[in-house]
Nanobody, 121 residues
């Protein structure tokens, strides 16, 4: 199971860096993604990274502000979030992408506990 960390309460325009780690397993060879879920809303895709780190995809509304990266030697996947806005408020989750389109939560597994990000205006 994966564990996301690094969330918190920030003001609009601030930055946060989320990290995703797993005990007892390696991320090497696994494509990974970040999703988020706001209260009363469905879980939505945020970012995806190929296991080599060479290819990334983003939700349109975050692609100029967020950066997904990974360090396979440290078994971590990160999400650098800049210029945060109140609409970014959600619980953020990392997961392993096994099949299907990268934007569909159905193709992911190993969801773990998320981390809360709250952005005040």
């Amino acid at each position: 199971q994966l564990q996301a960390s690094g969330g918190g309460l920030v003001q609009a325009g601030d930055s946060l860096r989320l990290s995703c780690a797993a005990s007892g397993r390696t991320f090497n060879g696994l494509n990974m993604g970040w999703f988020r879920q706001a209260p009363g809303k469905e879980r939505e895709f945020v970012a995806w990274i190929h296991w080599t780190g060479g290819t990334t995809y983003y939700k349109d509304s975050v692609k100029d502000r967020f950066t997904i990266s990974r360090d396979n030697s440290k078994n971590t996947v990160s999400l650098q979030m800049n210029s945060l806005q109140p609409e970014d408020t959600a619980v953020y989750y990392c997961a392993v992408h096994y099949s299907g389109t990268y934007a569909s939560a159905g193709g992911y597994s190993s969801w773990g506990q998320g981390t809360q990000v709250t952005v005040s205006s």
